[in-house]
């Protein structure tokens, strides 16, 4: 992947709206960091998911995106929620 477009909104009715059955509801159940997990050698995180169906899915995240999204946010290092 060589972009990933980024949204920012004011509210949630300025959101998106993930409505089925275009989009499908899955829980998150681990985030697995892995040191080394890029062929570069930098980290990543693995999120799993879990449908209500028991059907697992996976995704890849770099160290480096999150570190994006979470500038994005405004949210600063060693601040509580």
């Known amino acids: 992947m060589n ?5 920012i909104h004011k509210s949630i009715e300025e959101a998106p709206k993930y409505n089925h059955p275009e ?8 985030a697995e960091i892995v040191h ?11 999120l799993v ?3 209500n169906n028991w059907q ?3 995704t890849m995240v770099t160290a ?6 979470v500038k ?3 949210v600063q290092k060693n601040q509580d929620h």
């Open 36 to 46: 080394g997990g890029t062929v570069n050698g930098r980290a990543t995180v693995d």
């Open 72 to 74: 994005a946010t405004g």
């Open 64 to 69: 480096r995106i999150l570190d994006m999204l």
């Open 23 to 30: 989009y499908k509801s899955a829980e998150l159940v681990s």
């Open 49 to 51: 998911f879990v449908d």
């Open 3 to 7: 972009s990933l477009k980024i949204g």
């Open 56 to 58: 697992k899915y996976v």
